[in-house]
């Protein structure tokens, strides 16, 4: 990996700055990687905002993705209803009970989804969402994968958004569009950030 890519300054626009994370999440220390993510489990175990929640959509990580699986292990034998999207269509993501962990099956992005015929769960009784991203800024807008399925679901969705990331993910400025939504809270290893207009 050319590391000269790494070291110099984000790109300004959206699929540049995919490629500049994904390099340097490729030429990053795997232990400490894994530091960050048990870090990123313990203090949302310790949310306010989390602890309080009756239904959760949480994400099935991607390999390069914040590793989770511990707490949704948690969430699923727990009280708390979890939820997982479910890819519906082109650019449509649904919300779909989870209580069995191993009967996720990969779609055809690799991520693992619900079977078809869980329970769909209304965005309106949704209380949290935890939402992957490639990188976030400081203002709390995020950087998906481009195919805008979070921000198809989020903008109907009266839920508290909290995205989760490492440090090496944030950065200072993310090109925003207008149909990009902006998260409510961030949470990395190291700091929680809620936005100062709520």
């Known amino acids: 990996m050319d590391n000269s890519v790494v070291n110099c300054a984000p790109p300004p626009d959206k699929a540049g700055l995919r490629l500049w994370i994904r390099q340097r999440l490729q030429t990053a220390d795997a232990a400490a990687l894994k ?17 309080q929640a009756r239904t959760v959509l949480a994400f099935a990580p991607l ?30 993501m649904e919300a779909r009970e989870v209580k069995d962990l191993s009967l996720l099956k990969p ?3 690799g991520i693992g989804e619900p079977p078809p015929a869980s329970p769909v769960i209304m965005p309106d009784s949704i209380d949290v969402v935890l939402v992957p991203g490639l990188a976030f800024d400081r203002g709390l807008w995020r950087l998906g994968r481009g195919g805008g399925y979070y ?17 090496i993910q944030i950065v200072e400025n993310i090109p925003c569009e207008p149909q990009d939504i902006r998260m409510q809270a961030l949470l990395s290893e190291t700091s929680y950030s809620v936005r100062e207009d709520m």
């Open 151 to 167: 921000d198809r679901f989020l903008c109907g969705c009266g839920a508290f958004r909290l995205g989760l990331t490492r440090d």
């Open 63 to 92: 390999k390069g993705e914040i590793d989770i699986w511990p707490l949704l292990k948690e969430l699923a034998a727990g009280a708390q209803r979890l939820c997982l999207p479910l890819i519906a269509g082109q650019g449509i």
């Open 35 to 51: 530091q960050a993510d048990e870090l990123i489990c313990q203090h949302l175990r310790q949310l306010p905002e989390l602890r």
């Open 107 to 109: 779609n055809s992005y």
